[in-house]
C-alpha cells in the first residue's frame, strides 16, 4: 500500500453584474504544469499492480510526476473508495481529474452506477478498472459511457487508458465568460432570433430531445453543487443548446444551466455572444445593465469558430441524439474545450454543404447547421435516434 497525496485546496470567483462595469472570471489555467500527473489516495488490493501500469504508461505517453503539491499538475488520477468517494478540489479548471475505482465484479447499468461517483468525485471522467474482464469503463460528464478493452496484458491496457486521457488532459477549455453591458437598448427585449430560439426550445421538449442530466442536486450537498457548476459551467437541467445568427459577427446563444423548453428572458436565459478573447480564452458577451447573465453554453466556442468560418450558416442545434452515416469527432474532447470546438468546425467545413450539415460527436451527440432552428428541426427530425451509440 502506498501513501498519495492529500487533496489541495480551491480558489473560485462569483462572477456578478453590476452597473456597467465589466467583470471577468480569474484566469483558469494560471501555474498548471500541462505535462505533469499527479496520483492522489491509496493504491491499494485490486488497484495497486493497474495504478503501477498506469504510471508507466503516462510515462511513455511524457507526462512527468510533479513533487510537491499535486494541484500544479494538468492530470490528477483521484483513486477512490466506489462508496465514499473523496473529491480532489482543484485549483484550476485547467486541471483534468479521472476519479479511479476498481471491482470485481461488472456493473448490470454502467453508466448509472458510476455516473454519481464521478459527480460526487468533482471528476471530469470516472474510470472503472475491472481486472476479472480485462476492461476499464469510462464515464463523462456528458453522459458517454464506454469500455477500453485489453489483451491480456496489463500494460497495454494502461497504455489503452492513458492514450484515451492524454488528449482529454491536454484540452484548452474556454468556458470563462466576460459580460460587457453594451447590448443596444432595443435588443434588451430580444428579436425575432431570440424568438425562434425560444421555439425550438420548446420544440426539442416535445420531441423527448431534452433529456436531463443525472440528477445531480441530489447526488451533492449545495457546496459541491457549486462547485461543479463553478468547474465545467454547467447547472444541470437539460442537455442540448441552440443558436442563431444575428449578423456577420454576433449570435444569440441559449445559456447554461437552463431549461431549453423555457428559453424566456434575452439577456438571461438566451445572450448574444459578441466577441472571442482568445488569449484569455473566454467568450465576450452584449447583456442590458443591471442584469444578472447565466453563463452561455460551454459550447459556444464551437458555434463561434462554425459561424465565422462559414457566413451562409443561421443556425446551429447540439442535441444529445444521433443520425446513422454521418462522420463523427475521433476523440471525445471535454465540451468546452478549444479542441472539441476545432474538431467539429473541421467536420463541418468537410461536409457538401457546411450550411446545411450535420456531424456527430463520438459518444456525445450532433451538431446541425442550417438556415433557421426550424428548418434544422424539420430537416434532421425524421432521421433523428434517440440512443447516442459509445464506442
Known amino acids: 500500500m502506498r501513501d498519495r497525496w492529500k487533496a489541495g485546496l480551491t480558489v473560485v470567483v462569483d462572477v456578478r453584474m453590476s452597473g456597467s462595469e465589466t467583470l471577468v472570471p480569474a484566469s483558469a489555467s494560471g501555474g498548471l504544469v500541462a505535462a505533469g500527473y499527479a496520483i492522489v489516495g491509496e493504491a491499494s488490493g485490486l488497484l495497486a499492480p493497474f495504478v503501477d501500469a498506469l504510471e508507466g504508461a503516462l510515462a511513455e505517453e511524457g507526462f512527468v510526476a510533479v513533487a510537491g503539491e499535486p494541484a500544479s499538475a494538468g492530470l490528477v488520477i483521484n483513486l477512490v473508495d466506489r462508496e465514499r468517494p473523496r473529491p480532489f478540489r482543484r485549483r ?27 459527480v460526487r468525485a468533482l471528476a471530469n471522467v470516472a474510470l472503472c478498472y475491472l481486472p476479472t474482464f480485462d476492461r476499464v469503463l469510462i464515464t463523462t460528464m456528458e453522459r458517454g459511457h464506454y469500455p477500453i478493452e485489453g489483451d491480456g496484458e496489463l500494460a497495454s491496457l494502461a497504455a489503452a487508458v492513458v492514450e484515451r486521457l492524454a488528449p482529454l488532459a491536454r484540452a484548452r477549455l474556454v468556458i470563462d465568460n466576460e459580460f460587457r453591458t453594451d447590448l443596444e437598448p432595443e435588443l434588451w427585449q430580444g428579436d425575432d432570433q431570440t424568438a425562434s430560439i425560444a421555439a425550438a426550445g420548446r420544440r426539442l421538449d416535445e420531441l423527448g430531445l431534452l433529456p436531463a442530466p443525472f440528477p445531480i442536486e441530489e447526488l451533492l450537498d449545495e457546496r459541491d453543487l457549486r462547485h461543479v457548476k463553478r468547474l465545467y459551467g454547467i447547472g444541470g437541467l437539460s442537455y442540448g443548446n441552440l443558436s442563431a445568427r444575428k449578423d456577420e459577427r454576433r449570435f444569440w446563444m441559449s445559456a447554461s444551466g437552463v431549461d431549453k423548453s423555457r428559453l ?75 479542441e472539441l470546438a476545432t474538431s467539429v468546425a473541421a467536420l463541418i467545413a468537410d461536409e457538401p454543404d457546411p450550411a446545411h450539415a ?17 428548418e434544422i428541426l424539420d430537416r434532421i427530425q425524421p432521421q433523428l435516434l434517440r440512443q447516442v451509440p459509445m464506442t
Not at 97 to 114: H, I, M, N, Q, S
Not at 291 to 317: C, F, K, N
Request: glycine share 10%.
Open 92 to 118: 484550476s479548471r485547467g486541471t483534468f481529474v479521472a476519479a479511479l475505482v476498481a471491482r470485481e465484479d461488472e456493473p448490470a447499468d454502467g453508466l448509472r452506477e458510476t455516473y454519481p461517483l464521478l
Open 264 to 338: 424566456e428572458t434575452p439577456g438571461r436565459d438566451i445572450l448574444l455572444v459578441s466577441g472571442y478573447d482568445r488569449q484569455a480564452g473566454r467568450m465576450i458577451l452584449s447583456v442590458p445593465p443591471g442584469g444578472e447573465p447565466r453563463r452561455v453554453s460551454v459550447d459556444a466556442i464551437e458555434h463561434w469558430i462554425i459561424y465565422q468560418r462559414h457566413p451562409d450558416v443561421g443556425a446551429i442545434l447540439h442535441v444529445h441524439a444521433w443520425i446513422e452515416g454521418i462522420h463523427a469527432t475521433e476523440i471525445n474532447y471535454p465540451c468546452g474545450s478549444e
Open 358 to 374: 450535420v456531424v456527430g460527436l463520438r459518444n456525445h451527440g450532433i451538431t446541425a447547421t442550417g438556415e433557421s432552428l426550424s
